[in-house]
């Protein structure tokens, strides 16, 4: 096992380095000028012409990727063009806010996704199977920005259960200390504050995971379906088990490893897929942070941002690689 997740471990490099050369030279191609950007029109060519001198963007393309690849070595991110800030220390708390938003759709997708899933293969051609069918096509098709409006209006504005946007109460605002609200509101004891932002992540965690959700209860309904045929099944029904045990202990477990797989892909998806649901309820996630620095063409945010989602997207799937061999004993990494 640890042989294989070395190999995986060392795997990272080339595909990080590819992505560092596609993102390098696609954001490149974008228009504008980030010095003009950042100065405005106004600005004079004298003054336009310096600060690209002072950025570095006057160099050579390989003089500039070389550069960026030799900070990165040493891990260093880069600077922000727009704020000045190193991007090691600014990226984080944006970061943290998708993560936490990331978890908490995708523990929704699973507890109701599994559940409807298993739900629709044991009670197969019922009315709660047609039901969760038609709920899961409603899903996978519903664009995420019109659920998200809908839910602002349904929730928020004419019932007033829910607050419309941000991670928090800007008249009581969390002090951060890991910067998941989460977290830190319980490790401070304020759990007056961890019911308001609660109520702020319900409504774009479960925008973010209703096309997840749709997914994993039809990928659980189709592999529960066929391990339900089994004949170890027929046996254990035969014997008079309960009904949960053949199911959640017998079933779910030879019909999961498909299921693992979906929810591995969907979660890196989520991660850098939740710039709609953050530009809706205005999350300040790490997608909302690279939106933002395409506006002002800042290459270093977007280069570190898209590398370090990637850089997670394949440690999740190593995870879930990993996680194949605890849940099912016959597969062995050697």
Known sequence: ?????????????????????????????????????????????????????????????????FHYLGDLLRGDLGTSMRTKTAISEEIWPYLAATIELSFFAMLLAIIIGVN????????????????????????VSMPIFWLGLMLQWGLAINLDWLPTSGREDARNPVTPITHLYLIDTLIQGRFDQFIVVLKHLIMPAFALATIPMAIIARMTRSSML??????????????????????????????????????????GLL?????????????????????????????????AGILIIAFLFIIINLIVDILYSLVDKRIKYN
């Open 226 to 267: 066929e391990v339900m045929r089994s004949d170890f099944i027929r046996t254990a029904k035969a014997k008079g088990q309960v009904t949960f045990i053949v199911v959640y202990k017998h079933a779910l477990k030879n019909a999961i490893i498909p299921v693992l797989t979906v929810i591995g892909l969907q979660t």
């Open 1 to 65: 096992m640890l042989n294989y997740v070395g190999r995986r471990l060392l795997q990272l490099i080339p595909v990080l380095l590819g992505m560092t050369v596609i993102v390098f030279f696609i954001i490149r191609a974008i228009p504008g000028d980030p010095a003009q950007v950042i100065l405005g029109q106004q600005a004079t060519e004298a003054a336009v012409k310096a600060l690209r001198e002072s950025l570095g963007l006057d160099n050579p393309w390989y003089v500039q990727y």
């Open 116 to 139: 409807a899933g298993i739900i629709s293969a044991w009670f197969q051609n019922s009315w709660f199977d047609y039901t969760a069918t038609v709920l899961a096509l409603i899903g």
């Open 271 to 303: 991660l850098g897929g939740a710039i709609l649901t953050e530009t809706i309820f205005s999350w300040p996630g790490v997608g909302r942070y690279i939106y933002d620095a395409i506006g002002f063409r800042d290459y270093p945010v977007i280069q």
